[in-house]
């Protein structure tokens, strides 16, 4: 079955970079774009960006531009969310989503289970 | 940016009830929404795609409606395990924008 897990929760002084990972298995990696959603504390989704895995083509949500990179390695299935320059407002649950495109429409059918990165000095 | 509202933010209900959450985007999306169901501490699960398609194994008590700027999500005789946040999600345009979520409580 296919399954994304992500890597486990990180504590990052603000300044910091952190790197998140995503390990696919269960279908053909290169057949899906990766994309990420993050979630505060007690807050909504937020779309943060998408990965086409097939070439490594990416599109960062503005907000986030300059600040995140996204980028994969076919060879082990992983997805990685790389973020640099931390504030304590970027305190949340970063997710990685599979993107299934069906008739026209894409929907994200398979989440990883998340990982907490936690700003704090 | 397209803005996503759902309303109501939050609401109790019984078990067997029939309920409805209502998302409005701030521009014409065509039938290009989806919903999702998150539990405390577990990723979101979609529930509907494309306005009122149902995702394989999710059961038939849910159903969505809708198109352009005004959609629903129906649930047809709750059950204890309905009891979640739901987001309306819009992929009609970048940047990709969620609605804020409507928590459903057990009355």
């Known amino acids: 079955q296919v399954q994304l897990v992500q890597s486990e929760a990180e504590v990052k002084k603000p300044g910091a970079s952190v790197k998140v990972s995503c390990k696919a298995s269960g279908y053909t990696f290169t057949d899906h774009y990766l994309y990420w959603v993050r979630q505060a504390p007690g807050q909504g989704l937020q779309w943060m960006g998408w990965i086409n895995v097939q070439n490594g083509d990416t599109r960062y949500a503005e907000k986030f531009q300059g600040r995140v990179a996204m980028t994969r390695d076919t060879s082990v299935t992983t997805g990685y969310l790389e973020m640099s320059g931390l504030r304590a407002d970027d305190t949340a649950v970063y997710f990685c989503?599979?993107?299934?495109?069906?008739?026209?429409?894409?929907?994200?059918?398979?989440w990883g289970q998340g990982t907490l990165v936690t700003v704090s000095s | 940016d397209i803005q996503m509202t759902q309303s109501p933010s939050s609401l109790s209900a019984f078990v067997g009830d029939r309920v409805t959450i209502a998302c409005q985007t701030s521009q014409d999306i065509k039938k290009n929404l989806n919903w999702y169901q998150q539990k405390p501490g577990k990723a979101p699960k979609v529930l509907i795609y494309?306005?009122?398609n149902l995702e394989t194994g999710v059961p038939s008590r849910f159903s969505g409606s809708g198109s352009g700027t005004d959609f629903t999500l129906t649930i047809s005789g709750l059950q204890p395990e309905d009891f979640a946040t739901y987001y309306c999600q819009q992929f009609d345009d970048l940047p990709i924008t969620f609605g804020q979520g409507t928590r459903l409580n057990l009355k």
């Open positions: 989503a599979r993107a299934l495109w069906k008739s026209g429409s894409y929907y994200f059918d398979n």
């Open positions: 494309e306005a009122s």
